[in-house]
């Protein structure tokens, strides 16, 4: 069973900076893609940012410019930088690492608060 697991959450002031974590273990064979997603209280889930084997990377409108996803060392461990953070970027982030149905992490808290 893969497992996934993020790290780096926490309460940041407006315009603050941020660095989450992600790394998947597990009976692993090959780069898959990797993707952020958030849910703010009361809000549907959505994506953040997605890099693919290539490590092509996509991301939501309202991040472009400010969010920039990453692989770093082992293949199968990605980062999300996060800067100028906003109110509006407050949320539980979670990790997916794609193959087959996708396996999640258990997420991790974004507070942007003055």
């Known amino acids: 069973q893969v497992q996934v697991v993020e790290s780096g959450g926490g309460l940041v002031h407006p315009g603050g900076s941020l660095r989450l974590s992600c790394a998947a273990s597990g009976p692993i064979f090959k780069i898959r893609p990797m993707s952020w997603y958030r849910q703010a209280p009361g809000k549907q889930r959505e994506l953040v940012a997605t890099?693919?084997?290539?490590?092509?990377?996509n991301y939501g409108g309202s991040v472009k410019g400010r969010f920039t996803i990453s692989r770093d060392g082992p293949k199968n461990t990605v980062h999300l930088q996060m800067n100028n953070l906003k109110p509006e970027d407050t949320g539980v982030y979670s990790c997916k690492y794609v193959d087959g149905p996708g396996y999640w992490g258990q997420g991790t808290q974004v507070t942007v608060s003055s």
């Open positions: 890099i693919s084997t290539d490590d092509t990377t």
